[in-house]
């Protein structure tokens, strides 16, 4: 069923895989016997109900409602929308014009044919401003999967109460006091969080995804996690709550409408569930106070200007300011004006909930008042937003710079003008020395890409951005770069380092608002004005953001564009694709659950090596003596090229088969105190008695090259250059780092 939901293939070739399998069982097993019935069966180990359709306007986007008519009969708690609702009687009327209806007098038996028109109705003033108000489209839908069923499915099902108790004596008994470690640190967190074993606070989530190349089609799912699981679990437990499937963006006022009224009844009334283990009932409340998103997506769930307009900062109330205009150029079309920002001492006022409540309701009013005409927005605000009915939702902190767009959308601008824009900051002359050097880097298995060449920077994903502004960037720019910009640059990798931390004190959030407000105070000064874009403005508030938030590696977009790749597997036809994405979402719940049941897996002690690729005929004779002197004597020895420790994988530098890859330099502590070095891993050990060490040769830190900025002091720590030394030591080695 994994290979069914992850590798897109069809119930055919399912079907196929099962008559193989089938032939391996014996016969009169409860194995389903077809397709159909296998399907059925997962299907029903899920224990979410049936998805909820609701409707609106292909062409206004006024939200319809989960429209219920029977026999000329609207049932429905909303009020009807005529143009849903008068549809069916409209070719009915159209036939009775034309064909008329055959009957038979009663007394004469002559056979008579009437002719039906209906020019008018006669209704109420409420009503007839709805039959007046008739729209010439069809209707959409989107789905709704019901969120208190599947936060019931994970605390019976999946051991989610385990799992936050857990995190939650984790967190009780860890030293990290007064700063920010995690979500549930933030104060936008902590402000709607209600006092509880279980209670629940959620981060949203929403983005468009493309169904396929050829597609015009985009799927935009409402998602939310759990803040109560640690990090490296809460994206184990996504729970999709909406699916939109067209080709226009969402409304967001239609699309979170019946989501209000939901999150709301959870918030008050609560889901109830009993402890698989204890069989105790409880009864878990439900916040969702924030959205991670995108800039557009942010834009489209505040309801106010996109990042080009006049007042786009979702954070503050800074008015962007127009460039100059340019000349024209004789057979050239007029470039228009450009809005930018401008680095300002004092910064502008935050944007508040009731502020922007007045100004949608003015902008709201203007519209109605100059109706189909254009109506200028009050601060940015275009109108209402939906997201502030959610509970515990506050409209100006609703959303927050994401850091992962914000990364790439700044670094990509960076590279754009050291590679393409002519100016003292140009590196096109060093452009040949840079790709050569990025691709001599060797990484761990954790960095997930090997760096590319910079002539593809506009291919490049996040994670490789991340690394190359983090790990490679100031090593590369040190050796081609003018002093005042790599100085220039020296801040912005500082500031993103701190605020990436796994721990973020308020002296480094402090430190980092430092840094990031030098950095955009010398922007442009060294680079023109005209690129000072939103995104370098949205830098000035990521201290804020960690400070609301907690550090930015948590509350990123990162594991949710992972998952959603995933979701956009789940379709595999061209038809119903909302309705097939919905049902193969329910099978992946059902195969959870089936994992569960039958999977029964024994953790590895934390502190077992596994050596593998023995080395034949090795030498130990120049190293016999510090392997004695660590209490390793009982030969024969035995040497290896790799080994697995806590799942994470070892090599050495003697290991030959791996090129792009160095998993051999390693940072190790030793002493009473824990004192960090460095070295690589020259092999790994093992005595007769399974002693096992790995063998290395150490760094000595060069203190004389490393990097800082020279006008605050601040110091590059977590680059450390270093040399190599003939010193041998043996050790039991804890993680790895970087070697370039």
């Not at 505040?302 to 962007?320: A, P, T, Y």
């Not at 994988?649 to 890859?661: A, D, E, N």
């Not at 004389?704 to 605050?712: G, Y």
Request: with cysteine; net charge positive; glycine share 4%.
């Amino acid at each position: 069923m994994d290979m069914f939901t992850n590798c897109k293939l069809s119930k055919k070739q399912m079907g196929g895989i099962l008559k193989c399998i089938l032939k391996f069982i014996p016969d009169g097993s409860n194995f389903p016997k077809t397709e159909y019935s296998l399907f059925e069966y997962v299907k029903k180990l899920c224990p979410i109900p049936s998805e909820k359709i609701h409707y609106y306007c292909s062409v206004c986007y006024f939200y319809l409602g989960t429209v219920g008519m029977q026999h000329g009969i609207w049932l429905d708690e909303s009020k009807p929308y005529m143009n849903t609702f008068l549809k069916p009687f409209t070719k009915e009327l159209q036939d009775l014009r034309i064909n008329g209806v055959t009957w038979t007098h009663p007394r004469t038996k002559v056979v008579h044919k009437s002719y039906i028109s209906a020019p008018c109705f006669c209704a109420d003033a409420p009503a007839r401003a709805m039959l007046q108000n008739i729209c010439n489209s069809e209707s959409n839908k989107f789905f709704q999967i019901p969120l208190a069923e599947q936060i019931r499915n994970l605390f019976e099902n999946h051991g989610l109460a385990d799992l936050i108790d857990k995190y939650q004596a984790d967190r009780d008994n860890s030293d990290a006091n007064g700063g920010y470690s995690d979500l549930l640190d933030g104060s936008e967190f902590k402000r709607v969080h209600v006092d509880g074993q279980y209670n629940l606070v959620l981060l949203g989530h929403t983005d468009g995804i493309s169904v396929s190349p050829s597609s015009f089609v985009s799927l935009w799912p409402l998602e939310w996690v759990i803040s109560q699981l640690p990090p490296y679990l809460r994206f184990k437990f996504v729970l999709v709550n909406g699916i939109w499937l067209d080709e226009s963006k969402p409304y967001m006022n239609t699309f979170l409408k019946p989501f209000t009224k939901e999150l709301q009844d959870l918030r008050i009334n609560g889901v109830t569930w009993t402890h698989p283990r204890t069989k105790v009932i409880h009864k878990s409340y439900i916040s969702a106070p924030c959205f991670c998103a995108d800039a557009p997506a942010r834009a489209m769930l505040q309801n106010i200007l996109s990042h080009g307009g006049k007042h786009c900062c979702q954070f503050c109330e800074q008015k962007m300011k127009k460039l100059p205009a340019q000349p024209v150029v004789l057979g050239e079309k007029k470039k228009s004006r450009r809005r930018v920002f401008t680095f300002k001492e004092n910064c502008a006022k935050l944007r508040t909930s009731d502020r922007m409540q007045k100004q949608g309701s003015e902008a709201r009013n203007r519209q109605r008042v100059t109706a189909g005409q254009q109506v200028k927005a009050i601060k940015g605000v275009r109108g209402p937003s939906e997201v502030s009915q959610f509970p515990g939702c506050d409209r100006s902190t609703v959303v927050y710079p994401e850091y992962m767009h914000l990364l790439m959308c700044v670094l990509k601008e960076f590279m754009r003008l050291w590679f393409e824009v002519d100016g003292r900051w140009s590196l096109k002359a060093h452009r040949d020395m840079m790709n050569a050097f990025l691709k001599s880097i060797s990484v761990p298995d954790f960095i997930t890409r090997i760096p590319r060449s910079a002539e593809h920077f506009t291919k490049w994903k996040a994670n490789e951005i991340r690394s190359f502004l983090l790990f490679f960037s100031l090593i590369i720019l040190s050796q081609c770069m003018k002093k005042e910009y790599f100085q220039h640059w020296t801040l912005l990798v500082s500031a993103f380092y701190l605020l990436l931390q796994d721990f973020v004190s308020e002296t480094d959030v402090a430190k980092a608002n430092l840094l990031l407000r030098m950095f955009c105070r010398s922007f442009p000064v060294l680079y023109k004005h005209e690129f000072y874009t939103n995104y370098i403005h949205q830098l000035c508030h990521l201290g804020l953001t960690v400070q609301r938030y907690g550090p930015l590696h948590t509350n990123s977009t990162f594991m949710f564009e992972s998952f959603n790749g995933t979701l956009a597997k789940y379709i595999h036809g061209t038809k119903n694709q909302g309705k097939e994405l919905v049902n193969n979402i329910n099978i992946a719940f059902g195969v959870e659950i089936l994992r569960t049941r039958t999977v029964y897996g024994t953790s590895a002690t934390q502190n077992h090596i596994d050596f593998k690729n023995q080395i034949q005929g090795f030498d130990f004779r120049p190293d016999l003596e510090i392997l004695h002197s660590c209490g390793i004597v009982q030969e024969p020895f035995k040497a290896f090229y790799r080994a697995i420790k806590r799942h994470e994988k070892f090599t050495c530098s003697l290991y030959s088969r791996q090129k792009k890859r160095n998993n051999y330099t390693v940072c190790f502590l030793t002493g009473p105190n824990n004192d960090k070095n460095y070295g690589a891993i020259k092999y790994f050990c093992q005595s007769t008695d399974n002693k096992q060490v790995a063998i290395v040769e150490r760094f000595e830190v060069d203190h004389l090259n490393t990097f800082c900025h020279d006008d605050s002091g601040v110091v590059i720590e977590h680059i450390i250059p270093v040399l190599p030394t003939n010193v041998t030591q043996v050790i039991d080695y804890r993680f790895k780092c970087y070697t370039i």
